[in-house]
Protein backbone atom coordinates (compact mmCIF):
# COMPACT_ATOMS: atom_id res chain seq x y z
CA UNK A 1 0.00 0.00 0.00
CA UNK A 2 0.80 3.58 0.07
CA UNK A 3 2.41 5.66 2.94
CA UNK A 4 4.29 8.19 3.31
CA UNK A 5 7.44 8.47 6.74
CA UNK A 6 9.02 11.82 7.52
CA UNK A 7 11.27 12.94 9.95
CA UNK A 8 10.02 13.14 13.61
CA UNK A 9 10.44 16.86 14.66
CA UNK A 10 10.20 19.61 16.30
CA UNK A 11 13.13 20.90 14.72
CA UNK A 12 14.87 24.00 16.00
CA UNK A 13 17.18 25.94 14.11
CA UNK A 14 18.68 29.26 13.81
CA UNK A 15 17.79 31.88 11.55
CA UNK A 16 20.18 31.31 8.29
CA UNK A 17 20.22 27.58 8.96
CA UNK A 18 20.09 24.96 6.23
CA UNK A 19 17.16 22.71 6.24
CA UNK A 20 16.45 19.41 5.88
CA UNK A 21 13.82 17.25 6.50
CA UNK A 22 13.41 13.18 5.29
CA UNK A 23 10.73 12.21 3.72
CA UNK A 24 10.78 8.53 2.08
CA UNK A 25 7.51 6.72 0.23
CA UNK A 26 6.11 4.09 -0.33
CA UNK A 27 4.14 3.06 -3.21
CA UNK A 28 2.73 0.77 -5.70
CA UNK A 29 2.99 3.06 -9.11
CA UNK A 30 4.26 6.23 -9.82
CA UNK A 31 3.29 8.94 -6.99
CA UNK A 32 2.86 12.29 -7.57
CA UNK A 33 4.66 13.71 -4.11
CA UNK A 34 3.85 17.19 -2.82
CA UNK A 35 5.07 19.29 0.08
CA UNK A 36 2.63 21.46 2.49
CA UNK A 37 3.04 23.96 4.81
CA UNK A 38 0.93 24.97 8.08
CA UNK A 39 1.13 27.73 9.72
CA UNK A 40 -0.40 28.25 13.16
CA UNK A 41 -4.36 28.18 13.59
CA UNK A 42 -4.61 27.63 9.70
CA UNK A 43 -5.07 25.01 6.86
CA UNK A 44 -2.32 23.43 4.96
CA UNK A 45 -0.83 25.61 2.06
CA UNK A 46 0.66 23.44 -1.33
CA UNK A 47 4.55 24.43 -1.05
CA UNK A 48 5.43 22.44 -3.85
CA UNK A 49 5.01 19.60 -6.00
CA UNK A 50 7.22 17.32 -8.26
CA UNK A 51 5.34 14.59 -10.42
CA UNK A 52 7.78 12.27 -11.85
CA UNK A 53 11.37 10.84 -11.35
CA UNK A 54 13.97 13.67 -11.33
CA UNK A 55 12.01 16.37 -10.87
CA UNK A 56 12.43 18.92 -8.73
CA UNK A 57 10.05 21.40 -6.99
CA UNK A 58 10.59 24.21 -5.33
CA UNK A 59 9.13 27.59 -4.24
CA UNK A 60 9.70 30.41 -1.70
CA UNK A 61 13.88 29.25 -1.60
CA UNK A 62 12.41 25.52 -0.58
CA UNK A 63 13.72 22.78 -3.04
CA UNK A 64 12.44 18.85 -2.86
CA UNK A 65 14.11 16.28 -5.83
CA UNK A 66 11.77 13.69 -6.55
CA UNK A 67 14.27 9.94 -6.40
CA UNK A 68 12.60 7.34 -7.49
CA UNK A 69 15.73 5.39 -6.79
CA UNK A 70 15.52 6.16 -3.06
CA UNK A 71 11.62 6.28 -2.60
CA UNK A 72 12.42 9.75 -1.58
CA UNK A 73 11.95 13.95 -1.64
CA UNK A 74 13.48 15.60 1.04
CA UNK A 75 12.56 18.90 1.78
CA UNK A 76 15.46 21.28 1.76
CA UNK A 77 16.20 25.38 2.03
CA UNK A 78 19.45 27.08 2.36
CA UNK A 79 18.98 29.73 4.61
CA UNK A 80 16.05 29.54 6.84
CA UNK A 81 13.70 33.09 8.58
CA UNK A 82 11.86 32.83 11.69
CA UNK A 83 9.02 33.09 9.31
CA UNK A 84 9.43 29.51 8.14
CA UNK A 85 8.21 28.55 11.52
CA UNK A 86 5.31 26.06 10.63
CA UNK A 87 4.34 22.21 10.79
CA UNK A 88 5.45 20.59 7.62
CA UNK A 89 3.77 17.40 5.75
CA UNK A 90 4.95 15.47 2.54
CA UNK A 91 1.98 13.80 1.27
CA UNK A 92 1.68 11.74 -2.11
CA UNK A 93 -0.91 10.50 -4.30
CA UNK A 94 -0.85 7.53 -6.78
CA UNK A 95 -4.51 8.29 -8.92
CA UNK A 96 -3.40 6.02 -11.86
CA UNK A 97 -2.70 3.10 -9.45
CA UNK A 98 -4.39 3.21 -5.99
CA UNK A 99 -7.23 5.85 -6.56
CA UNK A 100 -8.19 9.20 -5.57
CA UNK A 101 -6.80 9.29 -1.65
CA UNK A 102 -3.60 11.93 -0.41
CA UNK A 103 -1.17 9.69 1.66
CA UNK A 104 0.36 12.49 4.40
CA UNK A 105 3.55 12.02 6.40
CA UNK A 106 2.73 12.94 10.36
CA UNK A 107 4.42 16.35 10.22
CA UNK A 108 7.40 18.21 11.24
CA UNK A 109 7.25 20.66 12.89
CA UNK A 110 10.23 23.58 12.27
CA UNK A 111 11.00 26.29 14.60
CA UNK A 112 13.76 29.05 13.41
CA UNK A 113 15.02 31.79 15.64
CA UNK A 114 16.37 34.92 15.81
CA UNK B 1 -10.67 34.26 -4.39
CA UNK B 2 -12.50 32.10 -1.41
CA UNK B 3 -11.56 28.81 -2.66
CA UNK B 4 -12.17 26.19 0.33
CA UNK B 5 -15.04 27.12 3.05
CA UNK B 6 -15.31 25.52 6.52
CA UNK B 7 -18.29 26.64 9.28
CA UNK B 8 -18.22 26.86 11.66
CA UNK B 9 -14.98 27.79 12.69
CA UNK B 10 -15.24 26.71 16.29
CA UNK B 11 -17.38 24.58 18.03
CA UNK B 12 -18.24 23.12 21.82
CA UNK B 13 -20.53 20.20 22.17
CA UNK B 14 -21.73 18.27 24.85
CA UNK B 15 -21.28 14.42 24.58
CA UNK B 16 -23.82 13.10 22.74
CA UNK B 17 -24.57 16.20 20.62
CA UNK B 18 -24.84 15.81 16.71
CA UNK B 19 -23.50 18.75 14.43
CA UNK B 20 -23.23 19.05 10.90
CA UNK B 21 -19.85 20.34 9.71
CA UNK B 22 -20.44 22.45 6.23
CA UNK B 23 -17.17 22.64 4.02
CA UNK B 24 -17.91 24.98 0.50
CA UNK B 25 -15.69 24.99 -2.32
CA UNK B 26 -15.52 27.09 -5.06
CA UNK B 27 -13.01 25.90 -7.95
CA UNK B 28 -15.32 22.93 -9.47
CA UNK B 29 -13.89 20.60 -8.50
CA UNK B 30 -14.56 16.53 -8.31
CA UNK B 31 -13.11 15.61 -5.69
CA UNK B 32 -13.59 16.83 -1.56
CA UNK B 33 -12.37 15.05 1.42
CA UNK B 34 -12.73 15.16 4.97
CA UNK B 35 -9.80 14.78 7.29
CA UNK B 36 -9.30 14.82 10.94
CA UNK B 37 -6.00 16.17 13.01
CA UNK B 38 -4.67 15.05 16.21
CA UNK B 39 -1.57 16.16 17.94
CA UNK B 40 0.65 13.48 16.94
CA UNK B 41 -0.90 11.45 14.22
CA UNK B 42 -1.08 13.74 11.52
CA UNK B 43 -3.58 13.91 8.78
CA UNK B 44 -6.28 11.02 8.84
CA UNK B 45 -8.65 10.98 6.37
CA UNK B 46 -12.32 10.31 7.68
CA UNK B 47 -14.53 10.21 4.32
CA UNK B 48 -14.37 11.70 0.86
CA UNK B 49 -16.39 11.99 -2.17
CA UNK B 50 -15.37 11.97 -6.06
CA UNK B 51 -18.77 13.16 -7.19
CA UNK B 52 -21.77 14.57 -6.64
CA UNK B 53 -23.87 11.73 -4.98
CA UNK B 54 -20.83 9.76 -4.14
CA UNK B 55 -18.85 9.43 -0.76
CA UNK B 56 -16.99 6.74 0.28
CA UNK B 57 -15.15 6.10 3.78
CA UNK B 58 -11.82 6.65 4.32
CA UNK B 59 -9.25 5.17 7.09
CA UNK B 60 -11.79 6.38 10.38
CA UNK B 61 -14.61 7.04 9.28
CA UNK B 62 -16.60 5.55 12.23
CA UNK B 63 -19.26 7.95 14.32
CA UNK B 64 -19.08 9.92 11.07
CA UNK B 65 -21.46 10.36 8.61
CA UNK B 66 -21.25 12.54 5.02
CA UNK B 67 -23.10 13.77 2.33
CA UNK B 68 -22.43 15.40 -1.16
CA UNK B 69 -25.46 16.73 -2.72
CA UNK B 70 -24.31 19.11 -4.44
CA UNK B 71 -21.05 19.59 -6.04
CA UNK B 72 -19.52 22.48 -4.72
CA UNK B 73 -20.89 20.87 -0.99
CA UNK B 74 -19.82 18.36 1.26
CA UNK B 75 -21.29 17.88 4.58
CA UNK B 76 -19.76 15.97 7.81
CA UNK B 77 -21.80 15.01 10.28
CA UNK B 78 -21.83 13.66 13.50
CA UNK B 79 -24.81 11.99 15.43
CA UNK B 80 -24.09 11.46 18.73
CA UNK B 81 -20.65 13.47 19.27
CA UNK B 82 -17.88 11.42 21.89
CA UNK B 83 -14.82 13.14 23.70
CA UNK B 84 -12.92 10.71 21.23
CA UNK B 85 -13.94 13.68 18.00
CA UNK B 86 -12.62 16.92 19.91
CA UNK B 87 -10.09 17.12 17.39
CA UNK B 88 -9.06 19.73 14.01
CA UNK B 89 -11.84 18.78 11.28
CA UNK B 90 -10.10 19.95 7.82
CA UNK B 91 -12.09 20.06 4.91
CA UNK B 92 -9.92 19.81 1.14
CA UNK B 93 -11.03 19.39 -2.34
CA UNK B 94 -9.26 18.81 -5.78
CA UNK B 95 -9.70 18.59 -9.14
CA UNK B 96 -9.48 14.92 -11.00
CA UNK B 97 -6.55 15.81 -13.04
CA UNK B 98 -3.85 12.73 -12.01
CA UNK B 99 -1.37 15.28 -10.87
CA UNK B 100 -3.45 17.71 -8.72
CA UNK B 101 -2.82 18.96 -5.30
CA UNK B 102 -5.81 19.28 -2.66
CA UNK B 103 -6.93 22.59 -1.60
CA UNK B 104 -7.86 22.92 2.17
CA UNK B 105 -9.56 24.46 4.25
CA UNK B 106 -9.10 26.66 7.41
CA UNK B 107 -10.15 24.26 9.84
CA UNK B 108 -13.07 23.74 12.28
CA UNK B 109 -11.66 23.27 15.96
CA UNK B 110 -14.23 20.63 17.58
CA UNK B 111 -14.29 20.08 20.86
CA UNK B 112 -16.82 17.51 22.87
CA UNK B 113 -17.41 18.18 26.95
Known amino acids: GNSVTQMEGPVTLSEEAFLTINCTYT??????LFWYVQYPGEGLQLLLK?????DKGSNKGFEATYRKETTSFHLEKGSVQVSDSAVYFC?????????????FGTGTSLTVIP | NAGVTQTPKFRVLKTGQSMTLLCAQD?????MYWYRQDPGMGLRLIHY???????AKGEVPDGYNVSRLKKQNFLLGLESAAPSQTSVYFC????????????FGQGTRLTVV
Open chain 2, 92 to 103: ASSHRGLHSEAF
Open chain 1, 91 to 103: ALSDRANTGNQFY
Open chain 1, 27 to 32: ATGYPS
Open chain 2, 27 to 31: MNHEY
Open chain 1, 50 to 54: ATKAD
Open chain 2, 49 to 55: SVGEGTT
